[in-house]
């Protein structure tokens, strides 16, 4: 499986922007980048998914750098309810399987 | 959206006890299910991955006659815990995917079920 780097943990106000950074330098043509988040004693939660143009759903948007090798999720407003720990994961093409890492502990101050 | 649903979320039993744990797809058909564990502080671990009618790809090191695997409809798998140990309890948690094309497609994921074994 393709690797991603995240910081261990963020910190963020509420009310404002949180940008979580992943680094996939060795990410090929095919892997798709996926985001999932897992609350406390929840299973995770998908969140939003690129290939190279950036994305917008309800939940955040995904910015996808040019070369392809670094991603970040953007949370456009920070609410108490997005404290979970974010996952970047490559989803190699014809492979169904999910590599999760360590993570990013996001926590947000009220 | 699509929802998985994992039952039970909660069980607590003595020492040899055996623990089945179900996964469903309520809305979609699920060709593959997959199974993970999760230590307190840890990530994920994936423990097998299942396909509707065929047995179970276990990972590396996960005992396949500890952790029985049963996919026999495209809605429902289930995971059975024999003999359990204390070693045993963990938050396990099912996915489950319908995607022909799986990297373009999400997994949906159950809630989790937290076995606590005396």
């Known amino acids: 499986d393709a690797k991603t780097t995240q910081p261990n943990s963020m910190e963020s106000n509420e009310e404002e922007p949180v940008h979580l950074p992943c680094n996939h330098s060795?990410?090929?043509?095919?892997?798709?980048i996926h985001w999932y988040r897992q609350l406390p004693s929840q299973g995770p939660e998908y969140v939003i998914h690129?290939?190279?143009s950036n994305v917008n759903n309800r939940m955040a948007s995904l910015a996808i750098a040019e070369d392809r090798k670094s991603s970040t999720l953007i949370l456009h407003r920070a609410t108490l309810r997005d404290a979970a720990v974010y996952y970047c994961?490559?989803?190699?093409?014809?492979?169904?399987?999910?590599?999760f890492g360590k993570g990013n502990q996001v926590v947000v101050i009220p | 959206g699509a929802v998985v649903s994992q039952h039970p979320s909660r069980v607590i039993c003595k020492s040899g006890t055996s623990v089945k744990i179900e996964c469903r797809s309520l809305?979609?058909?699920?060709?593959?299910m997959f199974w993970y564990r999760q230590f307190p502080k840890q990530s994920l671990m994936l423990m097998a991955t299942s396909n509707e009618g065929s047995k179970a790809t276990y990972e590396q090191g996960v005992e396949k006659d500890k952790f029985l695997i049963n996919h026999a409809s495209l809605t429902l798998s289930t995971l059975t815990v024999t003999s359990a140990h204390p070693e045993d309890s963990s938050f396990y948690i099912c996915?489950?995917?319908?995607?022909?094309?799986?990297?373009?497609?999400?997994?949906?994921f159950g809630d989790g079920t937290r076995l606590s074994i005396l």
């Open positions: 809305d979609f058909q699920a060709t593959t």
């Open positions: 994961i490559l989803r190699v093409n014809g492979n169904n399987r999910l590599a």
């Open positions: 690129g290939l190279t």
């Open positions: 060795t990410i090929s043509g095919t892997d798709y």
């Open positions: 996915s489950a995917s319908s995607a022909e094309v799986p990297s373009n497609q999400p997994q949906h």
